[in-house]
């Protein structure tokens, strides 16, 4: 899976774990917990491919973590419109931006 982490980031273009987690590998899904046994080490090469300072990264790490938390809140929930609104209490991450 670790290619699959450096090809994603170096010939897709991915730029935040959540994509790499959900989209590029799926690993969010085919996982226990959202991937999150897996998640230092996946954010730990995005760091060095990316170039990330070390706030960086513990910003994506916790933007993923609140959101996996977020998700597994929402599948709680009674009804589509409570999962929702618990869903959506997770903070999204500011997009990356050059300095």
Request: with cysteine; glycine share 4%.
């Amino acid at each position: 899976l670790r290619a699959e982490v450096i090809f994603a980031l170096r010939a897709e273009g991915a730029l935040h774990l959540d994509d790499l987690m959900h989209r590029r590998t799926r690993i969010s899904y085919e996982y226990a917990n959202m991937g999150a046994a897996a998640l230092e080490e996946v954010a730990a090469i995005a760091q060095d491919e990316l170039g990330w300072t070390l706030a960086q990264r513990d910003a994506e790490v916790q933007c993923y973590l609140a959101a996996a938390d977020a998700y597994e809140a929402a599948v709680q929930q009674s009804d589509d419109s409570a999962a929702s609104d618990v869903r959506l209490q997770a903070k999204e991450l500011i997009p990356l931006h050059s300095n």
